[in-house]
């Protein structure tokens, strides 16, 4: 019986570092993000910086950007000093009685590169256009797998 207990407590360790080989690292708990863009139509550039979630600023890129009646579909490519993030974002647009566009709508993490590889998130952004300019503020959670 001695011997047996000897063996136990000798494959113990064995077993449970076994155990844990091979096991996938748990994706990190979403945390709050918040992006603020700013981008001229017509190009389709501006810049944009994060806090929260993600601590970054740099330029952008819409290489996809159409409306459709009143929704405007958007691929925009983020990059910063870490990696790009490429976010699409999908918006309802109204028209105030003022004439201001206003946009809401929701976005989500479809891709990174450098340190935003692992990265994914969603939330809802807000946007206002006036004269060609338009001001973002997209809000929500990301984590990294």
């Not at 113990?12 to 709050?32: I, Q, R, Y």
């Not at 958007?74 to 000093?81: L, N, W």
Request: with cysteine.
């Amino acid at each position: 019986m001695r011997r047996l207990s000897f063996i136990g407590v000798c494959l113990t360790p064995l077993l449970l570092l076994l155990g844990t080989t091979g096991t996938p690292a748990a994706a990190s708990v979403p945390v709050p993000v918040t992006f603020h863009d700013t981008l001229t139509i017509g190009p389709f550039t501006g810049t944009w910086s994060a806090s929260g979630g993600i601590s970054d600023s740099g330029t952008l890129t819409e290489p996809t950007n159409f409306r459709v009646d009143d929704q405007v579909h958007i691929v925009r490519v983020d990059t910063g000093s870490k990696g790009t993030i490429t976010l699409v974002i999908h918006v309802s647009l109204t028209v105030e009685p003022d004439g201001t566009v206003v946009g809401i709508g929701p976005w989500a993490v479809i891709d990174g590169t450098g340190a935003y590889a692992e990265l994914h998130g969603q939330g809802t952004g807000h946007s206002v256009v006036v004269k060609g300019v338009v001001t973002d503020t997209l809000t929500g959670s990301v984590h990294f797998d």
